[in-house]
C-alpha cells in the first residue's frame, strides 16, 4: 500500500465515496490508486471551477463531503472562486492538492507556488502532508474538519513522494481508520443553544412589537420551516429568509420563508415594518455592495437584533425550543404557500413575470433549482413561491459562475432529482465547461440561459453606485454583443442538446421537453 | 477627480494604457472613469484567466505592463493561474483589484475575503490603498514594480471608497506623476554582470571540454542570439534555450537555440556531451516533474555550472561582453536557421511530422506563435525551425490554459502581425472563453486545436511516474471523449469562424486561409 492508496481507503473509510477531480501528473498515483480501490465515484471535470463547485453542490444536497483532486497551485487556484462560495455556503469539503515530490520543491520548477498560501484564504483547515503513513492521520484529519458543523473546507496537500512511497506500517493505518466514522459523527453534531437564548428569543417575540424570524443555513429546511410556521402562527412573527440560500426548501405545502431582497432599497423596505428582528442560523442583514449615502445595514433604526442561532447551531432544535417555550408546539404552520399554477401557461414576449409563471407550472417536484439569473431572476422568488415543492440553491459567496458546476454535484448527489439550473449569460460564461461534465455524467439538469446579451446588472450598478450611466467605453465593458454568444451552438460543442426560446411559448414547451427526458439539456432564451 | 480618476490619471502618466478587465460593482468608478478620459484601451474578457493571460502576452510582445481590473478575491482568484505563468515569465502586470468600500469589509458580505491573501502567492508586490490621495503614490509605486527588471506582478487593492472619494489635492497628485516615467525608466534598467562574472564564463568556453550556452529570458532575443552565434562561432560551444521561453526568436536566419526538451530522458540526453554549462538569463535545468528513480536535475554528473548572468541582468549586454572578452564581436555567428520548408506540402494523416511540415511553410513571416499543444506538439521544436522568422511563447509556470489568452494580449500589443495558437483540446477547455474577446478585438489569430480527445500527456506521464497503465477508472479520468468536445461549435457560438480538417491537405488550405483572412479563426485538427 503506497501512500496515495491509503488515502483513498481513509477517505472511503471516512464515506468520502465521490472524487471530483481535473488530475495532473503530480496526482498519477492518485489516479492509479483509484483504478485498484472500489467504492469512489470519479468525476473529471475540465476546469477546475467545476471540481469545486460541483463539490459544492454535491455538499448541499448529499449533507457529506466530496473530495476533489486538483493539480498543484494552479490547479487550486482555478477552483478558488467556488470555493469561496461554499465556504460562505458552509459546505463541507475535501481538497486533494498534488504537489511536487518533497526533494522537488526547493528547485522552483516552473509549476512551484506556495501551496498552502493559495489555500489558506478559501481554507478553513490546510496540511501538507509529509509521508505514505502520516497520510492516515492527515486524511482522517481533513474528513473530520469537513465535517465540522456546519460545514468546512480542508485542504490537505500530497506532495508526490509521499503518495508513491510505500507506508511502512499498513496495519497501523487500517486500525488508525476504525473509528473514524464515530469521531467525524462526533464532529458533525452541532452545537444546541442555551435556554437563556432560547428565553431571550420568545421575549422579543411577544413583546407586542411587530416582529420578524430571520432564518437561515439549515433553518430552511422543510421541516425548520414548519416549526417556524407554528412560531408564527402563535406569535403573529413574520419568518424570513436571507437572500443567498444554500438550499431553500419551498413551494407548495411549504412554509413559505421569502428571502431578503438583493438590492439596499427593497430590503430596507421589507425589514421598516419590524422593531424586533430574531436571527436563526442568521447573521444581521447587510448590504451586498456598500453604495455612497446608503446604509450597508438593513435592520430599522431603533430595533432590536436578537440571535437565537448561529450558523453552526443545530437549527431545527433551535427553534423547536423557541416554539416549545411559547407553547407553539401544536399549532398549525401560518404562512404556508399554496399551489399557484394557472391552468393555462403565459405566451408572448419573456418578461420576468411570463419566465416565473413558466417556472411555476413547470418546476418538476422535488426539483432542486440552482439560481444564478442574478438580473432576469431577480424578482422569480415571490413569483414562483406556488410551484411544486423544491429546494431551491444560490451562490453564497457571491463570486459568478457557481451554478452550472453546483449542479453537477447536486445532480449527482440526487440523481432521482430534476437539477433545474436559471444562469445568466453573462454569469454562464465563467464555468461553461460544467456542460461537458453534465453530458458525460448524464446528469438530468434543465439549463436555462436567459441571454440579454449584457451584464445587465451592472448597468444598475454602475449609476446605483453614483458613477452615472455607461458612456461608450463603460458600455463596451458592459455588453456582450459584439459578437454576441450563441448558447446553442457552446452547448451542443459539449455534448449538451440545445435549443432556443424566443417567446413565452416556445420556453414552455422546451422546458416542459428537457425536464421528461433523461440527462441535460440547454434552453438559450432570448431576452 | 475621484480616486478611480486619479488612478486612471497615474496609469496614463506612467504609460500604461491598456486595460484588461472584468469589473463588477466594486469597480464601477473606475469604469466610469474610464469613460470621462481618454487614452486607456479597454479590453473585456469574460473569465478572469482570459484577462490575466491577456496580460502576460501583451508584456511579452509589448515589453511594457498593461493593467487588469478584477472583481474582489474571487475575480483575482480566477485569474490566478495566469498570473503565475505570468510571474514565472517575469512578466510586468499592474493588477487592480476592487475591494468593498473600507467601511463594509468587517461586515462580512458574502464576497468579502481576504484580498491580499489571495494575491500574494503569484504577486511580487501587493498594496491596499487607503485614500483617494494615497492612490497616487501607490498607483506610481504598482507601475514602478511591475517595471522593476525584468518584470514582476503587483497588485493594488482598491477598496470603493477610496476610489469614490475625492481627491483633497489634485495639484499634488499631478506634480506627484510629473517625473513617473523618469522614474520606471530607472526602476527597469536591468543590473549589468561584472566583468569577473564575465571573465570567469569565458574561462569556462575555452576549457578545452565540450560546453554549452544555456540561454533564457531575453537572452532569447533575435539579438541577443545573434551575440550568442558569435561565440559559438569563436568558441565551438553550442547554444540552447530553456525548455520554457518567454519569447523565443527562431526561424530562418536566426542562431537556432534548440529548447531542451520537456521529459527527463531526453533532457539528460542533450546535456550529456557537455562538461561545461554556461547559464545567460537561465537557471540549472531541472525537471518538470520529480519521477521516482529519476534524478530532478539534467546537468551530467562531473559538469561545472557557471551563472554568466541571471534574469534580472541585461542579458545582450552579458552576451556582449562575453564575445568582447573571447574576441568574438566580428564573427560571423554560427548556428543560423536555413529556410527548409520544401516546394510541396505534405499530405495523408495528420502526424506531428506532417503537420510541423505544414506550420514550417505556413507560418508568416514575423508570426506570433503560442505553444500549448503539449504533446501532439512536442515535437514541433527541431522540425520548424527552418520556418520563416517568428517568435515562439510558451506557458512558462506550466499552469494550463495560458494560450488563447495570451495569444489575445499579444495580437493587442502587435495588431500588424499574425498570432498563431497551437492549443491542445485538453488545454484549450481552460480558458476557451478567449475566442470571444479574439473576436470582439479582431485578433489576427489562427487558432489550431489539436483535437486527440484525451490528456494525451497523462497516459505517458501514469505510466510515467511508475504508476502502470490506465484501468477503467483512471481511463475515464484521462479520456475527453463521451462527448467528444465539438471545437467548431464551441469556436462559433463565441463568434469566431471555425473549420475542421482531418488530414494535412485540408489542415494546410484552412491554415493559409485563416492567415490570409483579417481577425480570428479556428481550426480544429482532427488527430
Not at 317 to 343: F, K, M, N, T, V
Request: with cysteine.
Amino acid at each position: 500500500m503506497n501512500g496515495a492508496e491509503n488515502l483513498v481507503h481513509t477517505l472511503l473509510a471516512g464515506d468520502v465515496d465521490v472524487c471530483f477531480t481535473n488530475p495532473g501528473t503530480s496526482e498519477m498515483h492518485f489516479v492509479a490508486a483509484l483504478d485498484r480501490i472500489d467504492g469512489m465515484r470519479c468525476v473529471l471535470g475540465l476546469f477546475e471551477g467545476v471540481v469545486t463547485g460541483a463539490a459544492d453542490g454535491y455538499w448541499r444536497i448529499a449533507r457529506k463531503p466530496a473530495s476533489t483532486l486538483l493539480h498543484l497551485g494552479p490547479g487550486l487556484a482555478n477552483g478558488l472562486a467556488n470555493l469561496h462560495n461554499a465556504r460562505k455556503a458552509r459546505s463541507g469539503i475535501v481538497n486533494v492538492v498534488g504537489e511536487h515530490a518533497s526533494y522537488h520543491v526547493a528547485l522552483d520548477a516552473p509549476l512551484t507556488s506556495d501551496i498552502e498560501g493559495v489555500a489558506r484564504p478559501m481554507s478553513h483547515w490546510v496540511q501538507t502532508s509529509a509521508s505514505a503513513d502520516a497520510i492516515t492521520a492527515d486524511g482522517a484529519q481533513a474528513i473530520i474538519e469537513a465535517n465540522k458543523a456546519p460545514g468546512r473546507i480542508s485542504t490537505l496537500v500530497l506532495p508526490a513522494d509521499t503518495a508513491w512511497n510505500e507506508v511502512a506500517d499498513p496495519q497501523a493505518a487500517e486500525r488508525a481508520r476504525a473509528d473514524l466514522r464515530t469521531r467525524i459523527a462526533q464532529a458533525s453534531l452541532a452545537e444546541k443553544v442555551s435556554n437563556e437564548a432560547v428565553k431571550a428569543a420568545a421575549k422579543e417575540l411577544v413583546s407586542g412589537d411587530p416582529a420578524v424570524l430571520l432564518v437561515g443555513g439549515e433553518g430552511l429546511s422543510a421541516k425548520a420551516l414548519e416549526i417556524a410556521g407554528r412560531i408564527a402562527a402563535k406569535t403573529g412573527c413574520k419568518v424570513m429568509s436571507e437572500f443567498y440560500t444554500a438550499k431553500l426548501a419551498r413551494g407548495a405545502g411549504r412554509v413559505l420563508a421569502p428571502r431578503l431582497p438583493y438590492a439596499v432599497d427593497p430590503s430596507l423596505a421589507a425589514l421598516a415594518p419590524f422593531k424586533r428582528i430574531v436571527m436563526v442560523g442568521a447573521r444581521r442583514p447587510v448590504a451586498f455592495f456598500a453604495y455612497p449615502d446608503k446604509p450597508s445595514l438593513f435592520a430599522p433604526e431603533g430595533s432590536v437584533l436578537t440571535q437565537l442561532a448561529d450558523y453552526h447551531h443545530d437549527l431545527e432544535h433551535a427553534l423547536q425550543s423557541l416554539a416549545d417555550e411559547l407553547g407553539a408546539g401544536s399549532l398549525a404552520p401560518a404562512g404556508i404557500a399554496q399551489r399557484s399554477a394557472g391552468d393555462t401557461l403565459p405566451t408572448g414576449a419573456p418578461t420576468p413575470e411570463g419566465i416565473a409563471a413558466v417556472l411555476t407550472a413547470l418546476i418538476p417536484e422535488n426539483a432542486i433549482v440552482v439560481d444564478e439569473a442574478v438580473t432576469t431572476g431577480r424578482a422569480f422568488g415571490p413569483l414562483t413561491a406556488g410551484s411544486a415543492p423544491h429546494d431551491w440553491l444560490t451562490g453564497m459567496g457571491g463570486a459568478i459562475g457557481f451554478a452550472m458546476p453546483t449542479a453537477v454535484g447536486a445532480g449527482i448527489a440526487a440523481p432521482d432529482r430534476r437539477v433545474v439550473v436559471l444562469e445568466g449569460d453573462g454569469s454562464g460564461m465563467y464555468n461553461p465547461q460544467a456542460l461537458w461534465t453534465m453530458a458525460r455524467e448524464g446528469v438530468n439538469a434543465t439549463v436555462v440561459i436567459f441571454a440579454n446579451h449584457q451584464y445587465r446588472i451592472l448597468r444598475g450598478e454602475l449609476s446605483g453606485v453614483g458613477a452615472g450611466t455607461a458612456g461608450p467605453k463603460a458600455a463596451q465593458m458592459l455588453d456582450l454583443d459584439r459578437p454576441e454568444l450563441d448558447w446553442v451552438s457552446m452547448s451542443r460543442g459539449m455534448g449538451v442538446p440545445a435549443t432556443r426560446a424566443t417567446d413565452l411559448s416556445e420556453f414552455a414547451a422546451q422546458f416542459k421537453a428537457s425536464v421528461a427526458t433523461p440527462g441535460p439539456s440547454l434552453i438559450e432564451l432570448v431576452i
